[in-house]
């Protein structure tokens, strides 16, 4: 599980700068410097809290967010911020559409939850074997909420809970495993990062409205799964 912002990682994706690309940085940069200077950028807008759905943070999720964040669908997707999970052929399983200043923990049992895997007979699969992320979604009630679906976690302790943790003694719990060789294939969902942001228009995100955007996603990832199907 991982999540990115909706633009090209020109460093990690092995992009090259050539003219069409620094040209296009520059349209959006003027595009969201025009938004700013109008009052329309999301970086002044509050989150709506409900309390409500699967995500114990209580923010809505996916593409709810264009109302609860007022001027997110207007920006054209600067900020925007895709939550993903991927198996270990780098192929997605469910997609999670934010505003760029939404946290990852908050979104990691939504993503779960999301997730749906079409078998040959019976009912689709929805609790993989383990869930590996990076220190971003380590949190109690995250670990808590694998280990009630019997869900291995393999996600690294943060340096201060670790701290804080032994400060406590015996009040502060067991220290947290981690299987280190097991969790080197998280490498798997940036990946399938890559993959998806090959799409120029997922990459800099062009659509103007979350619906659009998420859709591009599934047909994108319907498009990796296909080709992975398909006898070599």
Sequence with gaps: MDSTTARAHHHAA????????????EEAAEQEKGLRQRGKT??????????????????????EYGRRWP????????????????????????????????GDSPQFRTVLA????????????????????DKAYSSHGNRLYLRRRRIKA????????????????SRGGRPVSHDAEL?????????????IKEWRALAFRPDKTPESYLAGLH????????????PT
């Design 14 to 25: 092995g992009m090259i700068l050539d003219g069409e690309v620094v040209k296009a940085l």
């Design 42 to 63: 999301p970086r002044t807008a509050n989150p709506a809290k409900t309390g409500t759905g699967t995500n114990p943070g209580g923010y809505d999720c996916g593409a």
């Design 71 to 102: 001027g997110w669908a207007a920006l054209g997707g600067l900020t925007s911020k895709v939550h993903l999970s991927a198996d270990r052929r780098c192929r997605p399983l469910s997609f999670v559409l934010t505003p760029g200043q939404a």
């Design 114 to 133: 999301r997730i749906k895997i079409r078998l040959p007979a019976g009912r689709p699969r929805t609790r993989p074997a383990a869930v590996a992320a």
């Design 154 to 169: 393999l996600i690294p302790e943060k340096t201060d809970q670790a701290a804080n943790r032994k400060n406590r003694g």
């Design 183 to 195: 969790y080197k294939q998280r490498n798997t969902a940036e990946q399938c990062i890559n993959r």
């Design 219 to 230: 047909l994108r990832g319907a498009i990796l799964w296909i080709r992975s199907l398909q």
